[in-house]
């Protein structure tokens, strides 16, 4: 990651953070843009000239994010609903999964976003958030590299993904640090 890069996680940790102080919740249908926001900051940050020079990039992946096939915010929503008694390590994992599958949720900072949203699912339930660090970096994209080159489909909705979630879902769990959770 550049300096843009952690830059941008950083606006996007403060954005969950007052989400999270305004008891937002993400995955619902009045508050699902906020996810999308989230990608818009991972991408391209606050800056408004440079959301201007990015225009087309914000349209399109704002139209992939509603409509496309397989994969949009809506089906995660409803996901969300039927799962809502699970442990915030699934959901978290599981979304990420969902999200990180082809086809992708947005074109590009998929794996920024999803930890961002990973992130607000597990401080939701009262859970540290997930931290990239140097530690854990390869525990983390080595599944997500698989993750990134399965499909969905009948037989990985079934077999595969339930079973790359239940070892996502215990990362995040043997990751989590109270030292990360923020105090008001």
């Not at 699934?90 to 961002?116: V, W």
């Not at 997930?130 to 079934?158: C, G, R």
Request: charged letters at 25%.
């Amino acid at each position: 990651m550049n300096d843009v890069h952690i830059e941008n996680m950083m606006t996007g940790y403060r954005y969950v953070n007052d989400l999270l102080s305004k008891d937002v919740r993400l995955f619902t249908e009045e508050y699902m843009h906020h996810a999308l926001e989230l990608n818009h900051i991972v991408l391209c940050g606050t800056d408004p000239t440079v959301r201007l020079e990015y225009t087309y990039h914000i349209q399109q992946t704002a139209e992939r994010f509603y409509a496309q096939a397989q994969c949009n915010i809506d089906t995660i929503v409803k996901w969300h609903k039927r799962h809502r008694d699970d442990s915030a390590w699934k959901r978290a994992a599981s979304t990420y999964i969902y999200m990180l599958s082809r086809p992708q949720l947005f074109f590009e900072g998929n794996h920024r976003t999803g930890a961002l949203l990973m992130s607000a699912i597990l401080a939701r339930d009262g859970k540290p958030p997930f931290v990239l660090t140097v530690e854990n970096a390869q525990s983390y994209f080595d599944p997500s590299t698989m993750i990134k080159s399965t499909h969905k489909n009948m037989f990985t909705n079934l077999y595969k993904l339930p079973k790359i979630e239940k070892k996502m879902a215990n990362f995040l769990k043997v990751q989590a640090d109270p030292a990360y959770i923020y105090a008001k």
